[in-house]
């Protein structure tokens, strides 16, 4: 299958400062890029899509001024939690697809950040 | 509302046989897939099924009825590296995906 790196793997960071997270595909062309997040025991709670070129689509309850992503190119998203609080302290993975209509995604390695 | 349902937790033994069932309530359907979780790890990808019927892949095979919103995943000769999260996802008429919330597959000596 493809290949999505994401870095870094964990962070720990002080509350109030910024931490940006980078997914990159490495074989192929990201179309579509996906931010999740995922606290202890639970499932994958999806923040926002975004679609290189264009601004991201937020869930509904995810700050987007909080968590600022973006697309510039076909292989590079970026996620930034700006002034970080310990409450934020969570497992963010991205995905990425290719063409559109291709159904699978690829997930990065994910990134454990932790405020402190 | 688009809803996915599958067991929260459930204990194997070693070398047995497992079934893990997933079913599921979308706004159209491109295909489900499975994804194995370790804790701490990010998903990796088991199965896709887009047509009804049976997939086998070595010791893991996946189940899809289009007309039930079923599937299920079978695990055979369980191990104990086996014990993880195992997520299901059906690709709705977005092609977005939506995600169980996983079963927790705990295996015994």
């Known amino acids: 299958g493809a290949v999505v790196s994401q870095h870094p793997s964990w962070v720990i960071c002080k509350s109030g400062t910024s931490v940006k997270i980078e997914c990159r595909s490495l074989?192929?062309?990201?179309?579509?890029m996906f931010w999740y997040r995922q606290f202890p025991k639970q499932s994958l709670m999806l923040m926002a899509t975004?679609?290189?070129?264009?601004?991201?689509?937020?869930e509904q309850g995810v700050e987007k001024d909080k968590f600022l992503i973006n697309h510039a190119s076909l292989t590079l998203s970026t996620l930034t939690v700006t002034s970080a609080h310990p409450e934020d302290s969570s497992f963010y993975i991205c995905?990425?697809?290719?063409?559109?209509?291709?159904?699978?995604?690829?997930f990065g390695q994910g990134t454990r950040l932790t405020v402190v | 509302g688009q809803n996915i349902d599958q067991p929260t937790e459930m204990t194997a033994t070693e070398g047995a046989i497992v079934q893990i069932n997933c079913t599921y309530q979308?706004?159209?359907?491109?295909?489900l897939f499975w994804y194995q979780q370790h804790a701490g790890e990010a998903p990796t990808f088991l199965s896709y099924?887009?047509l009804d019927g049976l997939e086998e892949k070595g010791r893991f095979s996946s189940f899809l009825s289009r007309s039930k919103g079923y599937s299920y995943l079978l695990l055979k000769e369980l191990q104990m590296k086996d014990s993880a999260s195992y997520l299901c996802?059906?690709?709705?008429?977005?092609?977005?995906?939506?995600w169980g919330a996983g079963t927790k597959l705990i295996i015994k000596p």
């Open positions: 995905s990425a697809r290719g063409l559109l209509g291709d159904t699978e995604a690829f």
């Open positions: 074989d192929f062309q990201a179309t579509t």
């Open positions: 975004s679609n290189e070129g264009s601004k991201a689509t937020y």
């Open positions: 979308t706004s159209g359907f491109n295909g």
């Open positions: 099924n887009v």
């Open positions: 996802a059906v690709c709705d008429s977005n092609y977005q995906l939506i």
